[in-house]
């Protein structure tokens, strides 16, 4: 889009849309840039929002000055302030990029509270990162960080559009397949496609595949050994594997038992899952006497999250895929980047990928009823945990691997009650305070949404739960051991004591006030809560100290 097509009103609504996304957000980036901003800061920012455009499926990225990065709070710019100097810029950043690429748009924006400056940088070109003066960038959360091997490699792969299991195996025939498991796969895609039932009858096992996208022509492609081949076919896909291990871990971390299964991997998700042994969980709910009974873990949660491995394992990085169980989780596991960046994205958007590692391969396990890749089947497993009160699977996307912890049993209570009795909150909402409820970071628009709807209070990071959601769910004492008492009552508590006793040594304060400081404070902060009280007093002149600096004795002015 040219400047000339965005006038104010569109540009305005463009930037409150883009201060709403969360701050880890790999495409975006707020600079203050109040006065200036090096120049080769500024082409490293554009190498690496370019790149990291094009690896989650962008069209674009944005860098935006005059706007604080913390609090999104605006700030003003005055770099490079005559539109022509503006405009210069372009053709200085293409002298030092790959391809002499620049800026789609500079575009200016007036506000109240002074100038910001909006940079719509392209992604890069499918098969070409972009290089600054000769070095790859990208974002590691927030942070700029050198463009890793992994990722060029995979920028560069989309030149040939290369689909590593769509390629075909020339010494490999229809013979180096498990019947049992084509058999299987005909059940499957007929469970899938009942309308094709009677045609399928007439197909034999070469045409059926055909259809079913396994096979290219009759050939034997990499998709078609993984799921169906023989356990000895496998060599046929060296020095990748097609392997899931399963590992039965004790309390303490110590392995109790294993199995290792290969192919064909479309019979081994049901060994694998006949290994988890998926307990009777039982919880009281509020006004029953009854306890609840749930199977630890939903099935279909198990299998999607096995199959999800199956579909987007990066094979030519040689891994196998594991599946940990523990006495109440459940880890998944595979090699390879998670391809769209942010797991909230996929759940808010509850749509299809734009890309795929293994194209092929993820749509003949469509086709066979393995996976959704129409949208929907990691907002089902979240979905699922709401259900059942437990808590939000995690997701962590780090050193090349995508892991799922599934949690089979209730972590706080609090927070399954808010569940059960707030059946009007969105999912959205419960990732907020599943996030709240494990003491993790959020934003601050996350923070201002979980304010607005009445959910939270507390300071940044001791949020806790609002005094309208502790009133509804029957946690009024939770919510008063959190509330700290208003300033004076702790200042009037200590010149009460010191009047009452004489004098107050410091650990008499401490023993006094301890217990009726907030539930989440630390001992930490409590003692700097008690050190800053006694503080005011002092600079107010109310008490003084008639000991020595290392024993203090506090008394009355």
């Known amino acids: 889009m040219r400047k000339k097509n965005m006038n104010t009103k569109t540009l305005e609504q463009l930037l409150d849309k883009l201060l709403k996304l969360p701050d880890e957000l790999e495409v975006l980036e707020f600079k203050e840039a109040k ?39 605006i700030v003003g710019t005055i770099y490079r302030k005559d539109r022509k100097s503006l405009d210069k810029l372009k053709g200085e950043i293409a002298s030092k990029t790959t391809n002499g690429i620049s800026f789609i748009e500079i575009y200016e924006l007036q506000k109240q509270e002074g100038r910001v400056l909006l940079f719509q940088i392209p992604a890069a070109p499918k098969g070409i990162p972009v290089g600054f003066s000769g070095h790859y960038y990208g974002r590691n959360g927030e942070e700029l960080s050198p463009l890793n091997i992994e990722e060029i490699d995979r920028i560069r792969k989309q030149a040939t559009n290369k689909d590593w299991s769509a390629e075909i195996i020339p010494d490999a025939n229809i013979n180096d397949l498990d019947t049992a498991a084509i058999a299987f796969a005909r059940t499957n895609y007929k469970n899938k496609f009942p309308e094709k039932s009677k045609e399928m009858q007439k197909w034999d096992d070469i045409t059926f595949l055909n259809k079913a996208k396994i096979t290219i022509k009759g050939k034997i492609t990499r998709t078609a050994i993984i799921l169906l081949g023989k356990e000895e076919s496998e060599h046929f896909i060296n020095p990748s594997e097609a392997k899931i291990r399963w590992i039965l871990k004790d309390a303490k971390g ?17 060994k694998i899952y006949k290994r988890i042994r998926n307990l009777k969980y039982r919880y009281m709910q509020e006004g029953t006497l009854f306890p609840e009974e749930v199977a630890q873990y939903e099935p279909y949660s198990i299998r999607e999250a096995i199959n999800n491995c199956i579909a987007h394992q990066d094979y030519e990085k040689t891994g196998r895929i594991d599946v940990i169980e523990t006495d109440d989780q459940l880890i998944f596991s595979n090699v390879g980047k998670f391809i769209p960046g942010s797991v909230e994205k996929v759940i808010m958007d509850d749509a299809p990928e734009q890309v795929y590692r293994n194209q092929f391969l993820a749509t003949a396990m469509f086709n066979l009823n393995l996976v959704d890749t129409v949208g929907g089947g990691i907002r089902k497993i979240f979905q699922f945990q709401q259900k059942r009160f437990f808590p939000m699977p995690e997701y962590d996307l780090s050193n090349g691997k995508v892991k799922v912890t599934i949690i089979g049993k209730v972590l706080d209570i609090d927070y399954a009650r808010i569940l059960a009795q707030n059946e009007d909150l969105t999912l959205e909402e419960i990732l907020l305070l599943d996030k709240v409820q494990k003491k993790k970071k959020i934003t601050v628009e996350e923070e201002k949404h979980l304010r607005t709807n009445g959910l939270i209070e507390g300071r940044k990071p001791n949020y806790f739960l609002s005094k309208v959601v502790a009133q509804k769910t029957g946690q009024k004492a939770v919510y008063s051991k959190n509330k700290a008492f208003d300033k004076v009552y702790y200042l009037d508590l200590i010149l009460k004591a010191i009047e009452e006793h004489g004098f107050m040594e410091r650990k008499e304060l401490d023993d006094l006030l301890w217990k009726k400081l907030p539930d989440w404070m630390d001992d930490k902060q409590r003692k700097g809560k008690i050190h800053n009280l006694i503080s005011e007093l002092r600079k107010k002149e109310k008490i003084k100290n008639d000991g020595v600096d290392a024993k203090p004795r506090w008394v009355l002015f």
């Open 35 to 73: 006065k200036d901003f090096s120049f080769d800061k500024l082409g490293m920012y554009f190498s690496a929002l370019s790149n990291e455009a094009n690896l989650r499926g962008e069209h674009h990225a944005w860098l935006i000055f005059g706007i604080e990065n913390k609090n999104h709070k």
């Open 254 to 270: 110590t392995e109790r038992d294993y199995q290792i299964v290969t192919c064909p991997i479309i019979l081994a998700v049901d």
